[in-house]
Structures are given as structure tokens and as C-alpha cells.
């Protein structure tokens, strides 16, 4: 099972990116995925959630509407669509995978899988 993350990079404030979550090893349709970020000292982060096999989505509070979440089963890919971005979203993001159910997708120790992480920059 692997997860490769994608997409990471530096942008000025407003700007957009798109991260990719690349799964081998296992069907993404039959797993919970997140999207975390993390900066260091601080706690891991919950960003967005897609759930299987429905594809519901959720957002951590601080998004407000500004991210989305999709997937693409036949590919076995995961995206966040990132836009009007802020310096405060700087950090590294995961993603991460695992047989949740809804009440535990925020809680990052409940995932099986992760990925390595890309980095995400907003600054002028």
C-alpha cells in the first residue's frame, strides 16, 4: 500500500494549487481519505475527508468553501483543488487513508496509510 502525494509548491497570497494523491495497493473507493497539513511545533490538521464508498466530503472549519476534494476511482487518485490561498495555509499536507467511519475522519491516529507529504508556501 503506498500513497504518493503531488502538487506542492509556492504561490503568493490568492493563488491557487491542486494536490494529487496518487494509491497503489488498494482501491480508493473502498477506503476513507484524508487531507492533513501539519507546520511544525504544531498538531496534525485535518483539511478535507471523502468517505467510501459514497464520496461524501467534509472540510475542516477553516476552509470555508475555499477548498474541494475529489477522486477519481479509476485512476485510484485523490485531489484538493486549493484556492485563495493564505499565508496561513503554509505547511506540509498529507494524505492519508483507512476504514473510518464518519464520527473518527477527523482524527489523523485512525488512518492506516499515509503519504510523504508536499509542501505547500503562500507568501508574497
Known amino acids: 500500500v503506498q500513497l504518493v502525494e503531488s502538487g506542492g509548491g509556492s504561490v503568493p497570497p490568492g493563488g491557487s494549487l491542486t494536490l494529487s494523491c496518487a494509491a497503489s495497493?488498494?482501491?480508493?473507493?473502498?477506503?476513507?481519505i484524508g487531507w492533513f497539513r501539519q507546520v511544525p511545533g504544531k498538531e496534525r490538521e485535518g483539511v478535507s475527508y471523502i468517505t467510501d464508498p459514497t464520496g461524501t466530503t467534509y472540510y475542516g472549519d477553516f476552509v470555508k468553501g475555499r477548498f474541494t476534494i475529489s477522486r477519481d476511482i479509476a485512476k485510484n487518485m485523490v485531489y484538493l483543488q486549493m484556492n485563495s490561498l493564505e499565508p496561513e495555509d503554509t505547511a506540509v499536507y498529507y494524505c492519508a487513508a483507512g476504514r473510518l467511519i464518519t464520527s473518527s475522519l477527523r482524527q489523523h491516529s485512525r488512518y492506516d496509510y499515509w503519504g510523504q507529504g508536499t509542501q505547500v508556501t503562500v507568501s508574497s
Open positions: 495497493g488498494f482501491s480508493i473507493d473502498f477506503r476513507a
